[in-house]
């Protein structure tokens, strides 16, 4: 079946530290691939998405690369400011037999200090 | 548009007690989802529907939980009996078809 890894950390980091979030897929076909945001005690937010292969995503400063190869779909951010502190859902989508079901990685935490 | 539309926002109720938690979709969106989230488990499909049916019940612990869509702008995700293994926060979302689904803010349940 579809799964979604990634590290689940906490990672935490300095303000305009690099950041680098590891996403890892198995689908079968061609999925969609999503990163959401969950900032605290809200719900989860679209950040970027892709829908083939070496489509890149990108929003906020965040982009990520849909790598079919590696089936890899990793988050970077080349600065990282503290109001990104929050929660990070990579997740996939495979829309086969005209069904949708999201499968949504474990989440990782993500934290900037000053 | 309003986005999805959950309420209430925090539900705190007594073992046994019957809970239901409320969704409005966003309008057009074919797809339903209610998810679980707890710090143990994380983020969980419980059920999802397409048009207004059930597609995929699976992820429902046990026939305590119930999910209901009437119709295409109101879902229902029912626990009865609840118990306080259930607290937890209870997201729905909605989609079109084959692209990414939006969020509710959630409902915190706290089952004591």
């Known amino acids: 079946g579809n799964s979604v890894t990634q590290m689940e950390g906490p990672v935490t980091l300095s303000e305009e530290a690099f950041l680098t979030i590891n996403c890892t897929y198995t689908?079968?076909?061609?999925?969609?691939l999503f990163w959401y945001v969950q900032y605290p005690g809200e719900g989860l937010q679209l950040l970027l998405k892709?829908?083939?292969?070496?489509d890149k995503g990108s929003n906020k400063g965040f982009e990520a690369t849909y790598r079919k190869e590696t089936t890899s779909f990793h988050l970077e951010k080349g600065s990282v400011q503290v109001s990104d502190s929050a929660v990070y859902f990579c997740a996939l989508s495979d829309g086969l037999m005209g069904g949708q079901n999201f499968v949504f990685g474990p989440g990782t935490r993500l934290s900037v200090l000053p | 548009d309003a986005g999805v539309i959950q309420s209430p926002r925090h539900e705190v109720t007594e073992m046994g007690q019957e809970v239901t938690l409320r969704c409005k979709p966003i309008?057009?969106?074919?797809?339903l989802f209610w998810y679980r989230q707890t710090m143990m488990r994380g983020l969980e499909l419980l059920i999802y529907f397409n048009n207004n049916v059930p597609i995929d019940d699976s992820g429902m612990p046990e026939d305590r939980f119930s999910a209901k869509m009437p119709n295409a702008s109101f879902s229902t995700l029912k626990i009865q009996p609840s118990e306080p293994r259930d607290s937890a926060v209870y997201f729905c979302?909605?989609?079109?078809?084959?692209?990414?689904?939006?969020f509710g803010q959630g409902t915190r349940l706290t089952v004591v």
């Open positions: 689908a079968t076909g061609y999925p969609s």
């Open positions: 309008s057009g969106h074919d797809y």
């Open positions: 979302a909605s989609g079109p078809l084959n692209t990414e689904a939006f």
């Open positions: 892709a829908t083939k292969a070496d």
